[in-house]
């Protein structure tokens, strides 16, 4: 393995903090880190060869750890997305059919597989919005609509992508899937049986102490072991990685495990999986086909339709609709996952790519619009002060 081109990666991946820090947080630290590898690589300088076997492995690993982590923070325990649970669904049910249709307009106008392009158009992004909406505070009935239907989206959509992906292989793909999902049931079964053993408690608390990370230890294992199986029955890793994450999330973990994915996923591989993913687009290919550059735009613009259209039926303002139109693990992933399999070329995915960059400044200008709704309106100015008019008020 090539430490110094290791090293390479790790440092591009920093443009992804800087640039965010430097925009106060409005672009997502994501956005960077794929720039840098389109910068650094086939769209480039060239530097970054994605194909080597090193690089390949890690970009793998990366992607199981981004499932695994998006899975991880899908709200489940919130309580507030119960109360708003029904909005959500009907968001979702509306947002579907517009995705299909709006998916077979993008095919007709501009080629490529209609369903991946509905997956993607109806997926939300619960890894940027949500952090949106704790950041800004908005709690809105609307909001927490919102939060539900994105948080469904995001779910449908991933477990969506490896049937769209490879229709002629949707069945086998499917028992694949179906296998996997089985075990992650028997997973999440075991962990809660085992959960409050004696045994378990005192390794745990033995672990907590002496910084043995058994929680983080264990999460991997069934991850990467549960990775293997997908790769063995022919399901996505995708499928593995997330079910592990919900398992996790479900169960409830520590704190601390929380802060030791954080470092194992968002200090090393993930960083990594998006800075190679950016060095495996050609974004060249947008300025030598046109349909390319008719495809970005028409995805922009309807996944913005989409979802203002879907707010707009629930009776949500269209600024919950921007924010929901946030998109990031599902077009990574189709990227991730089409690429290799010829679902479609360098430049639709290219396409792809743009229309996600895209809905992420939707995001950003939805939650900035809901955050100037919910702020208290400004006081009327002060009269003059006219010290003869208050001496005559006091006679």
């Known amino acids: 393995m090539d430490l110094g081109l290791v090293a390479l990666v790790f440092l591009a ?80 049910a509306v947002a579907v059919p517009l995705a299909v249709g709006a998916g077979l307009a993008a095919h007709a106008l501009a080629g490529g597989p209609a369903l991946v392009y509905a997956v993607v158009l ?153 800075v190679l993913l950016g060095a495996r687009l050609d974004l060249r290919a947008l300025g030598h086909d046109h349909r390319a550059v008719v495809l970005a735009v028409l995805l922009s613009a309807l996944a913005v339709a989409v979802h203002v259209l879907a707010a707009v039926v629930i009776r949500a303002p269209a600024s919950v609709g921007l924010l929901a139109t946030a998109q990031v693990g599902v077009p990574a992933a189709v990227i991730a996952l089409g690429l290799p399999a010829h679902a479609f070329d360098q430049g639709q995915a290219a396409a792809i790519f743009c229309a996600a960059l895209v809905s992420i400044a939707a995001c950003a200008v939805g939650a900035a619009l809901l955050r100037g709704a919910a702020l208290p309106p400004a006081a009327p100015p002060a009269a003059p002060y006219d010290a003869g008019r208050l001496e005559a008020q006091t006679r």
């Open 13 to 92: 991946a920093l443009l992804g903090p800087a640039l965010s820090l430097l925009a106060r947080g409005a672009i997502p630290v994501v956005v960077g880190q794929l720039l840098a590898g389109v910068v650094l690589g086939r769209t480039g300088l060239r530097v970054i060869d994605p194909a080597k076997s090193d690089l390949e492995l890690l970009y793998t690993l990366g992607f199981a750890t981004l499932m695994f982590t998006v899975g991880m923070h899908v709200p489940l325990h919130d309580r507030r997305l119960r109360t708003a649970l029904r909005t959500g669904l009907v968001a979702v």
């Open 122 to 274: 109806v997926s939300s992004s619960a890894a940027v919005a949500l952090p949106v909406i704790d950041e800004t505070g908005l709690s809105s009935p609307a909001v927490l609509a919102a939060m539900t239907w994105i948080t469904i989206a995001d779910i449908l959509a991933t477990i969506a992508i490896p049937l769209v992906i490879t229709p002629s292989r949707a069945g086998h793909a499917a028992i694949g899937a179906l296998i996997v999902s089985v075990l992650v049931a028997a997973v999440f079964g075991v962990a809660r049986l085992l959960r409050h053993a004696e045994w378990v408690h005192h390794a745990r608390k033995e672990g907590k102490h002496r910084g043995w990370a058994i929680d983080l230890r264990l999460s991997v294992v069934v991850l990467f072991g549960l990775s293997w199986i997908a790769q063995k029955v022919g399901a996505s890793l995708l499928v593995a990685g997330f079910g592990t994450g919900l398992v996790v999330g479900a169960i409830g973990g520590p704190k601390r495990l929380s802060r030791e994915v954080l470092g194992l996923g968002q200090g090393f591989l993930v960083p990594l999986f998006f």
